[in-house]
């Protein structure tokens, strides 16, 4: 393995062929396996797959790409030679991720060998263990992405908008409202929300009894909403809501932010949850669990 491999990434330069044609540059596949591990440079991550000798070193196959491990100093070299016993073999290798970009292009008609871009461990830092045999005692975090992350789709935003302009008045009140909560409420919350109104025995009398401001998360009404970030996994989507209370009102100068989430139910967006963060005036809380709550 090691005749076959320099330690020094300038010496491999010697050994290798030209890789400007490589498939990596070319195949789709590896621009969407650089866009997940690119924001991962630099961290400690661990990936997992069957170890292979490569020619800049050894290289952990997964999801049709890999990880390359080799040295970067000559002092490293019997680490190199110690992952022998892991050849052909699946393992967990955790290290600090590094990238290699892709070389310039000479000018002119220089042949010029070069590796090709790749991500890559230090095998003086890198910890390789054998993944058949590890036992698991902790959770390992992983590279790759198990589904793809974007911002919350138009519709989505659309319908907060709708549902936030409905709830800001007090009548006609959504716990009464069957025609609005199965227009805005998943079905997990319109559950959520009989089950608390079943525990009042003197409604709507009771000070405590919800309404519409439920929704909103706050008893004082904030002077300003603003939309400051969304995201979507899959099914679900976070709406980030930030509230601000201004001159006449009970908190002036307070912001809080709250999470809106919903889900994708029935060919529809639906809010699921309401989560308000802790703040000088109010204390951590989901609707859906208050609501179910008894």
């Not at 797959?49 to 790409?65: D, M, N, P, Q």
């Not at 307070?254 to 029935?266: K, P, W």
Request: proline share 6%; with cysteine.
């Amino acid at each position: 393995m090691l005749k076959k491999t320099r330690l020094i990434l300038t010496l491999l330069l010697l050994l290798i062929p030209a890789f400007r044609n490589s498939a990596q540059d070319s195949n789709s596949k590896f621009a969407e396996f650089k866009n997940e591990l690119l924001p991962q440079v630099g961290k400690t991550v661990t990936v997992e797959g069957v170890l292979r000798s490569a020619k800049l070193g050894w290289i952990v196959e997964f999801k049709g790409w890999g990880v390359y491990l080799y040295a970067t100093r000559e002092s490293d070299a019997s680490k190199m030679n110690a992952l022998n016993p892991f050849k052909e073999k699946p393992v967990s290798v955790t290290g600090t991720l590094r990238y290699f970009p892709k070389p310039p292009v000479p000018a002119g008609n220089v042949i010029e060998a070069t590796p090709p871009e790749h991500f890559y461990f230090d095998v003086a830092e890198a910890k390789v263990v054998d993944a058949s045999t590890q036992e698991s005692v902790v959770i390992r975090e992983t590279v790759g992405k198990p589904l793809k992350v974007s911002t919350a789709p138009a519709e989505c935003l659309a319908t907060f908008r709708e549902f936030f302009h409905y709830v800001q008045r007090t009548k006609p009140s959504i716990v009464t409202d069957e025609t609005a909560q199965r227009r805005w409420l998943s079905k997990n919350l319109v559950e959520a929300l009989k089950q608390k109104v079943a525990t009042f025995k003197e409604q709507p009398n009771d000070p405590d009894f919800p309404g519409n401001g439920t929704f909103v998360g706050t008893w004082d009404n904030p002077s300003t909403f603003t939309i400051v970030g969304s995201r979507r996994y899959n099914k679900r989507a976070v709406i980030d809501v930030w509230y601000a209370w201004g001159k006449g009102t009970n908190y002036p100068g307070d912001t809080r932010l709250s999470y809106f989430v919903f889900v994708y139910e029935d060919g529809a967006w639906k809010l699921d949850d309401v989560y308000t963060f802790r703040g000088e005036f109010a204390t951590a809380e989901s609707l859906n669990q208050y609501l179910s709550s008894k």
